[in-house]
């Protein structure tokens, strides 16, 4: 039975290496295609891993208004900005259509690194010698860099730029807890609108794991090599998986209470029923073990009063990594049986901060046609992954209900249950 204080799903969102804009998203998702590619945005030559999940048909000179605010804008940022603009757009909410004070953003986001060339100048200035001299370091930033630098690398600007541009006066909040951050941010503003502190919440999530800074940063060990053919590279709960693919991409969503969609006309696309976050916080030393994702299910579960037999699928985090898709495995198997699950990570690979809203948009628009996305690349089951894989074909006929679920290797795990309308 609906109630008017349901949390109703009522705009989407997606800009990704499989499509921009969730009808193209979709179709691509369904279809099997892969969006991994190898790198042409920059030159990776001098990587070890020299493919990911790229978005080549994103123009943000065509996406982002004021064009001047580019300046000041991350490839995170822009990537974030047009989603939730694409989000907004499906939910037909311009300005003054909404209240604007009841009107708010809530994104997640990862460490947005530094542009090589914004710093290059700073680094030669401060050289003598061929060798970096720490002493003239102050100088050379203060000569060098533009006074407005840091803004394009601050995690809380994309939701700053959003509220700016929509006129949400509302509350706004960012999230930066890396993998969980976009379920995260979409657990926040349902619960915003659930405290009546909003009667509209774009929640999303965006990330950006293809920055040269980012690569170099950050270690290989767990990512694919499977440079031979990059396109199944992303194995989630494969046998064959040998680590995951950095990818790019963002997505968001409309929230609304019931009663204020349907005062407005608006189209209901799904439900937000429940969603619940726990952590293990020995993770780091010990390994994740995948308890916290046990109890996140447990409990979305136990809020949305559902038992195994009424989820339609589970939407997992399925990175890709040896280890992170057995504790995952086990979680689900442990508290939902054979459930369905799909992967979709398997199709475009890891966006960081922006995988989970993406992929909990996967969800919704299986929802809506009534199947779940097949998990690209998965061929041998691993009998350390006992899940029950959706591969091969879309799903169809199982109940109109879905949880999603994002970990991370710090021991957070987020899990949102989602209904059909």
Same mark, same amino acid.
């Given at each position: 039975?609906?109630?008017?204080?349901?949390?109703?799903?009522?705009?989407?969102?997606?800009?990704?290496?499989?499509?921009?804009?969730?009808?193209?998203?979709?179709?691509?998702?369904?279809?099997?295609?892969?969006?991994?590619?190898?790198?042409?945005?920059?030159?990776?030559?001098?990587?070890?891993?020299?493919?990911?999940?790229?978005?080549?048909?994103?123009?943000?000179?065509?996406?982002?208004?004021?064009?001047?605010?580019?300046?000041?804008?991350?490839?995170?940022?822009?990537?974030?900005?047009?989603?939730?603009?694409?989000?907004?757009?499906?939910?037909?909410?311009?300005?003054?259509?909404?209240?604007?004070?009841?009107?708010?953003?809530?994104?997640?986001?990862?460490?947005?690194?530094?542009? @090589?060339?914004?710093?290059? /100048?700073?680094? $030669?200035? *401060? =050289? +003598?010698?061929?060798?970096? #001299?720490?002493?003239?370091?102050?100088?050379?930033?203060?000569?060098?860099?533009?006074?407005?630098?840091?803004?394009?690398?601050?995690?809380?600007?994309?939701?700053?730029?959003?509220?700016?541009?929509?006129?949400?006066?509302?509350?706004?909040?960012?999230?930066?807890?890396?993998?969980?951050?976009?379920?995260?941010?979409?657990?926040?503003?349902?619960?915003?609108?659930?405290?009546?502190?909003?009667?509209?919440?774009?929640?999303?999530?965006?990330?950006?794991?293809?920055?040269?800074?980012?690569?170099?940063?950050?270690?290989?060990?767990? @990512?694919?090599?499977?440079? /031979?053919?990059? $396109?199944? *590279? =992303? +194995?989630?709960?494969?046998? #064959?998986?040998?680590?995951?693919?950095?990818?790019?991409?963002?997505?968001?969503?409309?929230?609304?209470?019931?009663?204020?969609?349907?005062?407005?006309?608006?189209?209901?696309?799904?439900?937000?029923?429940?969603?619940?976050?726990?952590?293990?916080?020995?993770?780091?030393?010990?390994?994740?073990?995948?308890?916290?994702?046990?109890?996140?299910?447990?409990?979305?579960?136990?809020?949305?009063?559902?038992?195994?037999?009424?989820?339609?699928?589970?939407?997992?985090?399925?990175?890709?990594?040896?280890?992170?898709?057995?504790?995952?495995?086990?979680?689900?198997?442990?508290?939902?049986?054979?459930?369905?699950?799909?992967?979709?990570?398997?199709?475009?690979?890891?966006?960081?901060?922006?995988?989970?809203?993406?992929?909990?948009?996967?969800?919704?628009?299986?929802?809506?046609?009534?199947?779940?996305?097949?998990?690209?690349?998965?061929?041998?089951?691993?009998?350390?992954?006992?899940?029950?894989?959706?591969?091969?074909?879309?799903?169809?006929?199982?109940?109109?209900?879905?949880?999603?679920?994002?970990?991370?290797?710090?021991?957070?795990?987020?899990?949102?249950?989602?209904?059909?309308?």
């Amino acid at each position: 039975m609906h109630s008017p204080h349901d949390i109703v799903i009522t705009g989407l969102g997606v800009v990704s290496p499989i499509g921009i804009g969730h009808q193209l998203f979709w179709k691509t998702l369904v279809s099997g295609e892969s969006g991994i590619r190898p790198l042409t945005l920059f030159d990776a030559s001098g990587l070890s891993v020299r493919f990911g999940g790229q978005i080549d048909d994103f123009d943000a000179k065509l996406r982002v208004r004021p064009r001047k605010s580019l300046k000041v804008m991350s490839r995170d940022i822009q990537l974030g900005f047009t989603a939730a603009d694409l989000a907004l757009a499906d939910a037909c909410i311009t300005p003054g259509t909404v209240i604007a004070e009841r009107f708010g953003v809530v994104f997640g986001s990862d460490m947005i690194y530094a542009d @090589l060339e914004d710093l290059e /100048g700073t680094y $030669r200035h *401060a =050289s +003598r010698g061929g060798s970096f #001299d720490y002493s003239l370091w102050a100088e050379a930033i203060q000569q060098e860099v533009h006074p407005l630098w840091l803004l394009k690398h601050l995690p809380n600007m994309t939701a700053s730029h959003v509220a700016i541009a929509h006129e949400a006066r509302g509350p706004n909040n960012s999230i930066v807890l890396s993998d969980v951050s976009g379920l995260l941010a979409v657990a926040e503003a349902a619960s915003m609108i659930r405290r009546g502190w909003a009667d509209v919440m774009l929640a999303g999530g965006t990330g950006c794991r293809l920055h040269p800074t980012a690569m170099v940063a950050r270690s290989t060990t767990q @990512l694919s090599h499977r440079a /031979g053919d990059c $396109r199944a *590279a =992303s +194995r989630p709960f494969d046998r #064959d998986r040998d680590g995951f693919v950095n990818s790019e991409g963002a997505g968001a969503v409309v929230l609304e209470s019931r009663e204020h969609a349907e005062h407005r006309g608006a189209p209901i696309l799904g439900r937000i029923v429940a969603t619940a976050a726990r952590c293990e916080p020995g993770a780091r030393r010990e390994g994740l073990k995948g308890a916290s994702l046990r109890q996140a299910l447990r409990e979305v579960c136990r809020q949305a009063g559902l038992v195994a037999a009424d989820v339609g699928h589970v939407n997992a985090h399925g990175l890709g990594t040896v280890d992170m898709d057995r504790a995952e495995a086990a979680a689900i198997v442990a508290e939902l049986g054979g459930v369905p699950v799909t992967a979709p990570k398997g199709s475009f690979g890891h966006l960081g901060a922006g995988g989970g809203v993406v992929e909990m948009i996967a969800s919704v628009m299986g929802l809506t046609a009534g199947l779940v996305p097949p998990t690209r690349n998965y061929e041998t089951p691993d009998p350390h992954c006992p899940v029950n894989v959706v591969h091969g074909q879309p799903l169809a006929g199982r109940p109109a209900t879905a949880v999603t679920v994002n970990l991370c290797t710090t021991g957070q795990a987020v899990a949102v249950a989602l209904a059909a309308e």
